[in-house]
């Protein structure tokens, strides 16, 4: 579709993925990561490397869940499955139940990229902004206080137990916001997001991440036909769409 | 359960219900009824009393969806549906489909009562704060918007396909905010659906709005034994919870 076509049906809401395209998820668990082995004396670990992996776990996590492995859960324990794995792996002894539950939990503490929260402040003059994670709902509630995000409303793959990029999740989150999938643009970092959403009718904008995966990480970007929108931020997006400063 | 003993478990997330207790729907409905009136030429219908026959239809109309009468639907084809009654009752001819549609979207556009806003700012400085109504996701969406109230989050009987004051619509709301039911505080100004959280685990607020059914409307207000607070409006309810202004 061109970006003419693309503007032809006007935007109402706005949806969100979050881990990546709002926060910086690397970064931040890298520094939990960190301050847990400050706390706990631990040497050897490439926090780096750990965050890289817990990430890693959480595709195949969620298509366990989606092919039955494993019954409907949503992110917090599957997190903590993964996290559980990696403890062994990494060579991590001697956490404490609590110590594991405040380290799984750094995924409600996630940093927000430097544009985030102004980018939402003006793009929620003109449209609904809601999230559109497969983050549970606390999760989302719980990293919007921590990182200053303002929403209209967090939605969640938990609220209709099936994971992006199932066409689903992108449809009925939609319709709770009250917009036709036409009239709803869906903002990530991740193709395979986009192009979910384009198959349950969505528009997509892209927005650029380059640091997602680290200095040397390779995010995958650039701009492709398909694209409704591309943008550098949330600041520039809200331009592009029309929102005055 | 003494105020007290209420204390002991510490309160992580307030819900709220929102019609007559955040908003004032009755002045609200009645300045749509006067517009509308005005607009279309319509010089015989008292306002009051056909807002008051609107809301008077909203809880049988949900006991038809409870009691399976009626399909699943949430609140705006069920507001239709009593409209549409109401405009023969009324003797309101000649409005277009497009008239019907936004006056029942007068719903989404209530006016706060005076201290609703600046209550939630101070609660949710200490407290999660989310809606806890019977309307829809995008009702409510729609009127923080438009009362400018901020929330977490809004959560909704819509998505628990149930309706207030069914356990289910209290436990699943503590349940997705992270907190236990003990740990959620439900504030409303009706007593049957601080009863339901009550009855589901929850702590209760009562909140005076005794003008929620005009001047001579007798609201039930009064304090009673089982209510953990009672409070004369959000800013005394943030006072009574340790909210520093």
Chains 1, 2 share one sequence.
Request: hydrophobic share 45%.
């Amino acid at each position: 579709m061109s970006a003419a076509a693309a503007n032809a049906s006007p935007i109402k809401a706005l949806v969100f993925d979050v881990f990546g395209t709002v926060v910086d998820w690397r970064s931040s668990i890298i520094r939990e990561g960190k301050a847990l082995a400050k706390r706990k004396g631990i040497g050897h670990v490439d926090w780096a490397e750990f965050a890289d992996a817990w990430r890693a776990g959480y595709g195949p996590a969620m298509n366990r869940v989606r092919k039955g492995e494993l019954p409907w859960m949503n992110i917090d324990p599957l997190h903590r499955l993964i996290l559980d794995g990696l403890l062994v792996r990494f060579k991590i002894d001697g956490l404490e139940e609590a110590d594991k539950e405040h380290f799984n939990r750094a995924w409600h503490r996630l940093d927000a990229w430097p544009d985030s929260a102004r980018g939402l402040t003006l793009l929620r003059k003109k449209f609904i902004c809601a999230t559109l994670s497969n983050g549970n709902v606390s999760l989302l509630v719980n990293m919007a206080k921590y990182a200053g995000l303002q929403w209209d409303t967090v939605l969640s793959a938990e609220l209709m137990k099936a994971y992006k990029p199932d066409a689903i999740v992108y449809q009925r989150a939609a319709e709770m916001l009250g917009a036709g999938p036409a009239e709803t643009l869906m903002v990530a970092a991740h193709k395979g997001d986009l192009q979910g959403a384009r198959r349950a009718g969505l528009k997509a904008a892209f927005v650029e991440r380059p640091l997602e995966k680290g200095p040397g990480g390779k995010a995958d970007t650039g701009r492709e036909d398909w694209m409704d929108y591309y943008a550098r931020d949330f600041v520039d997006l809200a331009k592009q769409l029309g929102v005055r400063g």
